[in-house]
């Protein structure tokens, strides 16, 4: 056999052998589990509350007419601003006027009827000192001097309900100067006007115990601005008063703004911040904006993340590690055993599921195990851990379908992982 020959055949001899090894470590590829992994480190987290919600003054008052009439005079329009005791509106006072000054009149006749019956009284004393001289005298009779009594008493009586009726009128004279006065209405606090629903010409209504009056005007006070916002059933055990919060107007885009939360509602609210029926259980939460715009105007639409928690320096996994499940479920059958079917987590003493959370640790054999861990903070896309897991250890986070899939000592195929910490193409 030539040299040649010989050459070629070990060629081929090498190719053949190259390719069943290839195969065979290609096939034994096919069985393991592509994931992607994680590696757990220490990082800032800070848990956030999503809420939404409108602006607010935090002082606003909503002038309404205490009398009824015509509105003659409107003198201020909407964004206007108004300082305290300025003038904002007038309504018809003919009416009131003219009451007003029939009742001072009624009083002054009241008046000139009081001197009448002083004279009247004082003369009635006069009579009945007379006659009582004479009847001591014995001039006159016993029934003369009980009628000059009569008289005096009688007069003296006249002049005293003519006192009452004197303040009666008084009374009724303030009561309508007071009607006459509120036709005039001055601004009750310095802000500006963020509502005029009337105009001139229309009648004010004023408000009785089953209907609400005519709001003529709405003045907000925005020095001090608040965020209304709805935060949902399950964030608020984690909001306190005094928490800080970052804002976004949608007025202004390019503008983040500072809070802190004031006042936390007691009970859920039955309309959202829209004015609509809310059928998710919501409560109100008042958070007050630092430093808010001048041109800044109540209804506007704001989102923002109240800070709850922060923790500096936290142990920190990805969310999409952690796995729920009975630990009995995570192991793997004996070589010659039928599969187990799908296990169920046996009930506890309560008649619960014995379920725990924990995540897959890739050791170095590159064989993965269930660890337990106990978690403690959310902060976007990470959770913290608090037990169960030490700076660096790689942990799969992925695919979902893997992770149903993994059972304890399964070997594993790391593939590129979805975020920073994730480990190379590499089995």
């Known amino acids: 056999m030539s040299t040649r020959v010989k050459v070629i055949l070990g060629i081929i001899l090498v190719a053949v052998v190259g390719l069943v090894g290839?195969?065979?470590?290609?096939?034994?590829?096919?069985?393991?589990?592509?994931?992607?992994?994680?590696?757990?480190?220490?990082?800032?987290?800070?848990?956030?509350?999503?809420?939404?919600?409108?602006v607010r003054a935090k002082t606003k008052v909503d002038v309404s007419s205490q009398v009824m009439g015509q509105i003659v005079n409107l003198a201020v329009r909407e964004g206007d601003r108004v300082k305290k005791g300025e003038f904002l509106l007038q309504i018809d006072k003919a009416q009131l006027d003219a009451t007003a000054r029939a009742q001072e009149s009624g009083l002054q006749?009241?008046?000139?009827?009081?001197?009448?019956?002083?004279?009247?009284?004082?003369?009635?004393?006069?009579?009945?000192?007379?006659?009582?001289?004479?009847?001591?005298a014995k001039i006159v009779s016993e029934q003369v001097l009980q009628k000059a009594r009569l008289a005096l008493s009688a007069a003296q009586s006249a002049e005293q309900a003519n006192e009452r009726r004197i303040e009666q009128a008084r009374a009724q004279l303030m009561a309508g100067k007071d009607n006459l006065s509120k036709t005039t209405l001055t601004a009750p606090i310095s802000g500006v006007v963020t509502a005029r629903p009337v105009e001139a010409g229309e009648n004010a209504i004023i408000g009785t115990m089953n209907n609400a009056g005519t709001v003529l005007l709405t003045i907000s006070d925005m020095s001090i601005v608040e965020a209304e916002m709805e935060v949902d059933e399950t964030d608020i055990p984690h909001v306190k008063v005094g928490q800080k919060a970052k804002l976004t107007i949608d007025a202004y885009v390019d503008q983040k703004f500072e809070g802190v939360v004031t006042e936390i509602g007691g009970s859920p609210i039955t309309k959202s911040a829209l004015g609509t029926d809310s059928s998710a259980v919501n409560f109100k939460v008042k958070v007050q904006v630092t430093n808010p715009p001048e041109s800044i105007r109540p209804g506007l639409s704001v989102s923002g993340q109240i800070e709850t928690d922060r923790r500096p320096s936290a142990l920190a996994i990805p969310i999409p590690a952690l796995v729920l499940a009975d630990e009995e479920s995570l192991k793997r059958a004996p070589k010659g055993k039928k599969p187990a079917p799908?296990?169920?987590?046996?009930?506890?003493?309560?008649?619960?599921?014995?379920?725990?959370?924990?995540?897959?640790?890739?050791?170095?054999?590159?064989?993965v195990e269930f660890r337990k861990v106990k978690t403690g903070i959310n902060a976007e896309l990470k959770t913290e851990v608090l037990e169960g897991l030490t700076d660096g250890e790689e942990i799969v986070v992925g695919p979902f379908k893997a992770l149903r899939q993994l059972k304890i000592g399964d070997r594993v195929k790391v593939e590129a992982a979805g975020g920073p910490g994730g480990g190379g193409d590499r089995s």
């Open 22 to 54: 290839f195969a065979t470590l290609t096939g034994k590829d096919k069985n393991l589990v592509r994931v992607q992994t994680a590696k757990a480190e220490k990082s800032e987290l800070v848990a956030t509350v999503s809420c939404n919600g409108r």
């Open 109 to 136: 006749a009241l008046f000139a009827q009081r001197d009448a019956d002083r004279a009247t009284r004082e003369q009635a004393e006069r009579d009945y000192a007379r006659e009582k001289a004479n009847f001591d």
């Open 342 to 367: 799908k296990p169920t987590a046996a009930p506890s003493a309560d008649g619960k599921k014995k379920e725990v959370e924990g995540v897959f640790v890739v050791k170095a054999d590159k064989t």
